[in-house]
């Protein structure tokens, strides 16, 4: 029997009807039979408007791509973006409104900006005083693992915009529930409640349909991976974009890939193995090189623990390639693509991508060799202890989410 999706509530005909609707949604707003919510909204109520996060309603635009608004051809409805010029829906279109629903599927993740669209969806409903209507999709990792440090506010930006750990463990309505009744930005939030879901579920295991969630996470593997390999963007190695396995694999021109993997896989860390690997990027990072690596291959995706993983990956490739190994500041964004809008939005308190990413300095100290990763580890844990305490007062289902 599969999970019933938020977008299939038996109560959803009853909160559109014959309202003024807007809409926070994307590509993976539909329903297991691919129907899109503007077409389930638009038959019940009123669609006056449609936000739209980082990838555009149709899920294409590249990773830090500005997007614009205007009227959508397909569903002629007008669209307005949460990745261009502002952030957050504006109050006073939000007044307008007698509902906003809001159906993104997210990854758990901090740094994925959906996370941070949401919080601002929920900041904006609050002060207009419209309520938000949550259409609850599934953890894809879980909701019971949590990884990485708690967000140091000092380095608060758009890919970490509140107090969680970067894989956090929450489903989109308990996400948005946190940001109301925890984080403290208020207002009325409605979930409609995932059927059938567990905590310990993975998503394969939900019975629903993948519907990619942007364009470089086209599958779950991709998407656990993803949870720690997200870490190499902030430096000068690719992370696979521009091939057929983003975040995948990973690499530079200058690195030895059996040297490297046979370095990483004598840490034998859990759940996983590295394999030497060659590959040309057509786009992004090193685009038309030959770069050598490794590619991650899950042996066990419940030891496995991805961003504890790349903290390890990248302190390794510091360790072996010393001075040709560099993470980014704010003086690349001319030449990478995605980091001057990430940038943008930045507090400015550091000038490392990789501190924002990780949300953490102690992340950078431990690639530099500065601090060791099994204490900074504990530190971590300590810091997820506290954040588990506080987010039980909005979990929704059945399960324990494990700092």
């Known amino acids: 029997m599969r999970v019933r999706a938020g977008i299939e509530s038996r109560e959803l005909p009853g909160l559109l009807a014959g309202r003024r609707l807007g809409l926070v949604t994307n590509h993976t707003g539909v329903s297991p ?17 449609v936000f739209t996060p980082e990838h555009g309603l149709w899920g294409h635009a590249a990773a830090g791509e500005l997007v614009s608004g205007g ?20 109050v006073e279109e939000v007044q307008k409104l007698d509902l906003v629903v809001y159906d993104v599927q997210d990854l758990g993740l901090r740094w994925y900006t959906y996370a941070s669209t949401l919080y601002y969806t929920v900041a904006a409903c609050s002060k207009a005083g419209t309520p938000l209507l ?11 693992v949590t990884e990485g440090p708690v967000l140091d506010p000092s380095l608060r930006s758009f890919t970490g915009i509140a107090s969680l750990p970067a894989r956090y463990g929450l489903t989109p309505g308990e996400l948005a529930l946190f940001y109301s009744r925890v ?85 034998k860390m859990p759940g996983v193995i590295f394999r030497p690997v060659k590959f040309v990027p057509w786009a992004s990072k090193y685009r038309g090189t030959e770069v050598s690596g490794v590619y991650v291959h899950v042996t066990d995706r419940t030891s496995f623990r991805p961003f504890s993983t790349f903290v390890r990956v990248l302190r390794v490739v510091k360790e072996l390639y010393g001075d040709r190994f560099s993470l980014l500041t704010g003086e690349d964004e001319g030449r990478v693509e995605y980091l001057k809008d990430y940038l943008r939005w930045s507090t400015k308190a550091s000038r490392y991508a990789i501190d924002y990413l990780a949300g953490a300095a102690s992340v950078r100290e431990c690639v530099e060799g500065l601090r060791d990763v099994e204490e900074v580890e504990e530190e971590w844990r300590r810091q997820r202890e506290v954040y588990a305490e506080r987010a039980r007062r909005v979990l929704l289902y059945e399960g324990e989410l494990r700092p």
Do not use: K
Request: charged residues 20%; hydrophobic residues 40%.
């Open 33 to 49: 039979a691919m129907e899109h919510l503007v077409e389930i909204a638009g038959r019940l109520g009123r669609v006056e408007v």
């Open 71 to 90: 009227l959508d051809s397909e569903y002629g409805v007008r669209v307005y973006s949460l990745y261009g010029e502002t952030l957050e829906p504006p």
């Open 134 to 144: 949550v259409l609850d999709r599934p953890n894809p990792l879980t909701g019971a």
């Open 183 to 267: 984080e403290g930005l208020g207002g009325e939030v409605l979930v409609a409640r995932l059927g059938g879901w567990r905590r310990e579920m993975w998503f394969d295991e939900t019975g629903l349909p993948w519907v990619p969630p942007s364009p470089n996470i086209p599958n779950l593997e991709t998407a656990l991976v993803y949870a720690g390999s997200c870490l190499v963007e902030a430096t000068n190695l690719s992370e696979g974009r521009g091939t057929a396995s983003p975040f995948l694999q990973i690499g530079a021109p200058w690195i030895r890939a059996r040297e490297l993997a046979e370095a990483l896989n004598s840490l």
